[in-house]
């Protein structure tokens, strides 16, 4: 059984380009959470999907970030128009359903900003 | 909305000695979930702990084990017998029953000294 795979490990952008982050949960698993942490500091809350849904968007700013859960394929954090401000390790976590309280999480992306 | 504290930054311990963490929250919900997390520097999150609020013996989980006072908000971690292994961030977060509403505390990075 695969873990929940992130890919890729790092992903180096100019400023201005567009930073796609993938997340496959573990086999199952309809429930995705994607954090941002920042250096020395926690997991902040960005979005909570269900395959085809967003749940809970609220940690996730407003402009140039988007997520998406397709029904088929991986969970795709999106970021466009990357500053250097977004420079960080994302971090998506799975849990089977909504009653299941283990989170798997992935080994993260780390996004930096040139 | 809830919140996860971490007032210690930063701890130290000597190999084979217990030390213990501390996390409060803020809620207003009856039934939730508390866990703590390990994050080694290979940023791997890993699952130390779990405690469902509505149980009043506090987890334990072989040298992890927690002090769960639900009346004061208070969630601190001990790890008893201290191993260089257990160098890592440690990151408390709470959960809100049946929604995965997931939150973290800021950590708190812990040293075990040989």
């Given at each position: 059984?695969?873990?929940?795979?992130?890919?890729?490990?790092?992903?180096?952008?100019?400023?201005?380009?567009?930073?796609?982050?993938?997340?496959?949960?573990?086999?199952?698993?309809?429930?995705?959470?994607?954090?941002?942490?920042?250096?020395?500091?926690?997991?902040?809350?960005?979005?909570?999907?269900?395959?085809?849904?967003?749940?809970?968007?609220?940690?996730?700013?407003?402009?140039?970030?988007?997520?998406?859960?397709?029904?088929?394929?991986?969970?795709?954090?999106?970021?466009?128009?990357?500053?250097?401000?977004?420079?960080?390790?994302?971090?998506?976590?799975?849990?089977?359903?909504?009653?299941?309280?283990?989170?798997?999480?992935?080994?993260?992306?780390?996004?930096?900003?040139? | 909305?809830?919140?996860?504290?971490?007032?210690?930054?930063?701890?130290?311990?000597?190999?084979a000695e217990?030390?213990?963490?501390s996390c409060?929250?803020?809620?207003?919900?009856?039934?939730?979930?508390?866990?703590?997390?390990?994050?080694?520097?290979?940023?791997?999150?890993?699952?130390?702990?779990?405690?469902?609020?509505?149980?009043?013996?506090?987890?334990?989980?072989?040298?992890?084990?927690?002090?769960?006072?639900?009346?004061?908000?208070?969630?601190?971690?001990?790890?008893?017998?201290?191993?260089?292994?257990?160098?890592?961030?440690?990151?408390?977060?709470?959960?809100?029953?049946?929604?995965?509403?997931?939150?973290?505390?800021?950590?708190?990075?812990?040293?075990?000294?040989?």
């Amino acid at each position: 059984n695969a873990g929940v795979m992130q890919n890729p490990r790092h992903l180096v952008r100019r400023r201005g380009q567009e930073a796609r982050l993938r997340c496959s949960p573990m086999k199952g698993h309809s429930h995705v959470y994607w954090y941002r942490q920042l250096p020395e500091e926690g997991l902040k809350f960005m979005v909570y999907l269900q395959k085809e849904n967003i749940i809970d968007e609220s940690g996730m700013p407003k402009e140039r970030f988007s997520a998406e859960f397709p029904k088929e394929g991986p969970s795709i954090l999106r970021i466009q128009q990357v500053v250097r401000g977004d420079s960080a390790a994302y971090f998506c976590a799975s849990f089977k359903g909504a009653e299941n309280t283990e989170a798997f999480f992935g080994q993260g992306t780390r996004l930096t900003v040139v | 909305a809830q919140t996860v504290t971490q007032s210690q930054p930063e701890m130290s311990v000597q190999e084979a000695e217990t030390v213990t963490l501390s996390c409060t929250y803020d809620t207003s919900e009856n039934n939730y979930y508390l866990f703590w997390y390990k994050q080694p520097p290979s940023r791997q999150m890993i699952l130390v702990i779990r405690q469902e609020a509505y149980k009043q013996q506090n987890a334990t989980e072989n040298r992890f084990s927690v002090n769960f006072q639900k009346a004061a908000k208070s969630f601190s971690l001990k790890i008893s017998d201290s191993q260089l292994g257990d160098t890592a961030m440690y990151f408390c977060a709470f959960m809100k029953q049946l929604n995965n509403d997931m939150r973290f505390g800021a950590g708190t990075r812990l040293t075990v000294k040989p």
